[in-house]
């Protein structure tokens, strides 16, 4: 593996991956992931064959550390080796959601249970977004020199679906 370069500025997220690859090797799979405990270990049990590094990164700051995520993406697919870059987000990330005043209507419960679930979804297709409007990401996905996959994790199923970022689609995926 080439000499691996520094950061310029300030990125800890960066640091911390930077380090821990010079520890751990080579990697082919870049993976940001929520920090979801069933999510990491459904995750690692399936990912286990692979070389990866797994980045741990809340949903809730996604959006906060979106610049420090793509410049830890194009540090590693540039210099690091790494070919793939997988995002996995969460259904656990629906927060608190409107209070229902009568819990005794079940079908208000359970549609306020399913908007949240839906707005989660649609927060994950945004971070999605932004982290493909990243320049220099967005060229190597074009030129084929970067693979992207997006997973997403259904906690009340436990099971991943597959996200489609161009029609914001899920396909669920069998475990």
């Given at each position: 593996?080439?000499?691996?370069?520094?950061?310029?500025?300030?990125?800890?997220l960066?640091?911390?991956?930077?380090?821990?690859?010079?520890?751990?090797?080579?990697?082919?799979?870049?993976?940001?992931?929520?920090d979801?405990?069933?999510?990491?270990?459904?995750?690692?049990d399936?990912?286990?064959a692979?070389?990866?590094q797994?980045?741990?990164?809340?949903?809730?700051?996604?959006?906060?550390?979106?610049?420090?995520?793509?410049?830890?993406a194009?540090?590693?697919?540039?210099?690091?080796?790494?070919?793939?870059?997988?995002?996995?987000?969460?259904?656990?990330?629906?927060?608190?959601g409107?209070?229902?005043?009568?819990?005794?209507?079940?079908?208000s419960?359970?549609?306020?249970?399913?908007?949240?679930?839906?707005?989660a979804?649609?927060?994950?297709?945004?971070?999605?977004?932004?982290?493909?409007?990243?320049?220099?990401?967005?060229?190597?996905?074009?030129?084929?020199?970067?693979?992207?996959?997006?997973?997403?994790y259904?906690?009340?199923?436990?099971?991943?679906?597959?996200?489609?970022?161009?029609?914001?689609?899920?396909?669920?995926?069998?475990?």
């Amino acid at each position: 593996m080439p000499a691996l370069k520094e950061a310029k500025v300030t990125n800890h997220l960066l640091h911390r991956v930077q380090d821990e690859i010079r520890q751990g090797g080579a990697i082919d799979y870049l993976v940001f992931a929520d920090d979801n405990p069933q999510l990491l270990r459904r995750l690692g049990d399936a990912m286990r064959a692979v070389q990866k590094q797994i980045v741990v990164v809340s949903q809730e700051r996604w959006q906060a550390a979106g610049e420090e995520i793509s410049e830890v993406a194009e540090w590693a697919v540039g210099e690091a080796g790494a070919d793939w870059v997988v995002l996995v987000g969460s259904s656990a990330f629906r927060g608190a959601g409107e209070v229902i005043t009568d819990p005794g209507d079940a079908a208000s419960v359970i549609k306020a249970a399913n908007q949240r679930t839906l707005q989660a979804e649609q927060r994950f297709g945004d971070r999605v977004a932004d982290f493909l409007s990243t320049p220099s990401l967005a060229s190597r996905l074009q030129e084929g020199r970067l693979k992207f996959h997006c997973l997403y994790y259904r906690c009340e199923s436990d099971t991943f679906a597959s996200f489609n970022p161009v029609d914001g689609t899920f396909q669920a995926l069998v475990h």
